[in-house]
C-alpha cells in the first residue's frame, strides 16, 4: 500500500490532504497561499509534503459538467507535471467535480463562522478527492 497526498489546487489558495499506508484514513493537512506561479506552488506543495513521505500525489482536475478540460484543468495539469518533477514522484489527476461542495455540507453540521468555513474549506475538499480516488482502487 501508499501513502497519498491529496491536492485541491487553486490560484489562491492550495488544500491538501494525506492518507494512512493502509489506505483506510485520509486526514486534512492544511492550506497553502497560492502564489500564482506553478513552479512555486509545486515547491511549496513539494516540501509539505516530504513531511509525510509520500509515495505518489493526487491532483484534483476540475472538468467541465460535460467532461471536457478548460482554463483551470490545464492550470492542474502543468502544476501536476512541475510537482511530478520537482518532488520525482507519480502524480494522478483526479476528478474534482463538485468536492468544494461536498466539503461545504461536510462542514455544515460544524456550524462554524463563514471565515472559519472558508478556511477549511480547501484542505476539506482535498480530503474528498483523495478519498474518492482511494475508494475507486
Not at 80 to 109: C, M, N, Y
Amino acid at each position: 500500500m501508499a501513502c497519498f497526498f491529496g491536492i485541491d489546487y487553486g490560484v489562491k489558495r492550495i488544500g491538501l490532504s494525506v492518507c494512512n499506508r493502509e489506505e483506510t484514513i485520509v486526514s486534512p493537512v492544511t492550506t497553502l497561499r497560492a502564489c500564482g506561479y506553478v513552479a512555486e506552488d509545486a515547491s511549496a506543495v513539494a516540501a509539505c509534503a516530504a513531511k509525510y513521505e509520500v509515495d505518489a500525489f493526487v491532483v484534483g482536475l476540475p472538468l467541465n459538467m460535460d467532461d471536457t478540460e478548460g482554463k483551470q484543468a490545464k492550470i492542474a495539469r502543468r502544476f501536476g507535471g512541475e510537482l511530478a518533477r520537482i518532488a520525482d514522484k507519480p502524480v494522478h489527476f483526479w476528478d474534482e467535480r463538485l468536492s468544494s461542495l461536498t466539503a461545504e455540507e461536510l462542514l455544515q453540521p460544524a456550524e462554524l463562522t463563514r471565515k472559519k468555513r472558508k478556511a477549511r474549506i480547501d484542505r476539506i475538499a482535498a480530503q474528498v478527492i483523495l478519498q474518492s480516488f482511494l475508494d475507486a482502487r
